[in-house]
């Protein structure tokens, strides 16, 4: 069985950074896509960034320059580094992965359904 579990999550101040993970157990993730989300309180989840099984990136415009992911596969881990945070960049942030397929678009990237798994979420909490 799959499991992702972020880390990483915590309280700064605007204008600085953190680095989430997310850990894959059950099954490698060196041939999978996995996306970042993030659900502010009271607001739809919305897709913040994904990275392919063969490294290709994708960003929401909102995190576009200032958020970077990447992958360790021999980790097992996909990473988020998030600089030059805002306020609003508050949220819990989850991980969500598919090993479904070779190719996905942009919009399906940014889909929620194109994920089979799902972790459970880390808080990020930017004060100004």
């Known amino acids: 069985q799959v499991q992702l579990v972020e880390s990483g999550g915590g309280l700064v101040q605007a204008g600085g950074s953190l680095r989430l993970s997310c850990a894959a157990s059950?099954?490698?993730?060196?041939?999978?896509?996995v996306a970042w989300w993030r659900q502010a309180r009271g607001k739809e989840r919305e897709f913040v960034a994904a990275?392919?099984?063969?490294?290709?990136?994708y960003y929401a415009d909102s995190v576009k320059g200032r958020f970077t992911i990447s992958r360790d596969n021999a980790k097992n881990t996909v990473y988020l580094q998030m600089s030059i945070l805002k306020p609003e960049d508050t949220a819990v942030y989850c991980c969500?992965?598919?090993?479904?397929?070779?190719?996905?678009?942009?919009?399906?990237?940014?889909?929620?359904?194109?994920?089979?798994?799902w972790g459970q979420g880390t808080q990020v909490t930017i004060s100004s």
């Open positions: 990275i392919t099984w063969s490294g290709n990136t």
């Open positions: 059950g099954r490698t993730f060196s041939r999978s896509t």
């Open positions: 969500a992965a598919t090993w479904g397929g070779s190719y996905y678009s942009f919009g399906l990237l940014a889909t929620e359904r194109t994920y089979d798994y």
